[in-house]
């Protein structure tokens, strides 16, 4: 599994994408998203999206680049973000010091950028689904063929 969450080498990206996911929830229906992906094209993204019990939104869609100089093969970088993994698939670190775009539910086209700071960690609640290793290709194959398709794209709702 530690392969599954190490960040692909440029040679690996050259052929292929790599992306870390997080999305949590609290008991007061705040959540956070965070996103980092990055592409064949030399480009990586980094998604942040920290949504507060008062309204407040505040959010960051950043593109520079690919991995930071220096950094292991544990961590995923873009721009001021970092994500660093102690325990594949378990534990993760996540680093952020920038600016986001604070907004609200009354004023959802504000420009206005707040500095952000955060250091926490992420442990996992629940088991890691791998869709390559952990799905019955014989049984989502037989699926896919008993539905209608309308189109060449499947069908999937």
Known sequence: R?????????????????????????????????????????????????????????????????????????????????LHYLSPMRRWRIFFNGLLRETSEKDAESQKMVHVKFALMWRATTDAFDFLSDINNKILATGLAKVKWNTYLPPVE
């Open 2 to 82: 530690k392969a599954l969450e190490s960040p692909l080498s440029e040679i690996e990206l050259s052929k292929t994408a790599d992306e870390v996911f997080f999305y949590g929830v609290n008991s007061k229906s705040e959540l956070l998203t965070i996103r980092l992906a990055r592409s064949t094209d030399h480009k990586a993204e980094a998604l942040i999206r920290i949504q507060l019990s008062n309204g407040k939104v505040y959010q960051l869609k950043e593109t520079s680049g690919f991995q930071q100089e220096g950094c292991d093969k544990r961590t995923f970088s873009c721009g001021r973000l970092k």
